[in-house]
Nanobody
Framework: VQLQASGGGLVQAGGSLRLSCAVS????????VAWFRQGPGKEREFVGS????????YYPDSMKDRFTISRDNAKNTVYLQMTDLKPEDTAVYYC??????????????????WGQGTLVTVSS
């Protein structure tokens, strides 16, 4: 099983970026894929998740305005579109899988597989 996160980089404040998470070796039918992030000196933070079977998404209130998660079934890939980026969005972004019914409430230890992370740096 492999989750390959990519698409990070350096972007100016106000800019946009799309991250990808390519999943291989795993059947996603009963799973959800989530994005997390961990900024410098901060705890890891849940960004949102998408249920693979029907594309239903969930975001905490703090992430609803500027982050959008989508998927491409044919490519077994999940995306995180980020807009109006701010310096405080600087973080390593990770994708991870969880049993779909837990997509909104799961604790980190419930996530089975994690990607290696991709670094997003937002300059002011």
């Amino acid at each position: 099983v492999q989750l390959q996160a990519s698409g990070g980089g350096l972007v100016q404040a106000g800019g946009s970026l799309r991250l990808s998470c390519a999943v291989s070796g795993l059947t996603l039918d009963n799973l959800a894929v989530a994005w997390f992030r961990q900024g410098p000196g901060k705890e890891r933070e849940f960004v949102g998740s998408i249920r693979w079977s029907d594309g239903i998404t969930y975001y905490p209130d703090s992430m609803k305005d500027r982050f959008t998660i989508s998927r491409d079934n044919a490519k077994n890939t999940v995306y995180l579109q980020m807009t109006d980026l701010k310096p405080e969005d600087t973080a390593v972004y990770y994708c991870a899988t969880i049993w779909a019914p837990r997509m909104a409430f799961g604790t980190e230890d419930e996530y089975d597989y994690w990607g290696q992370g991709t670094l997003v740096t937002v300059s002011s």
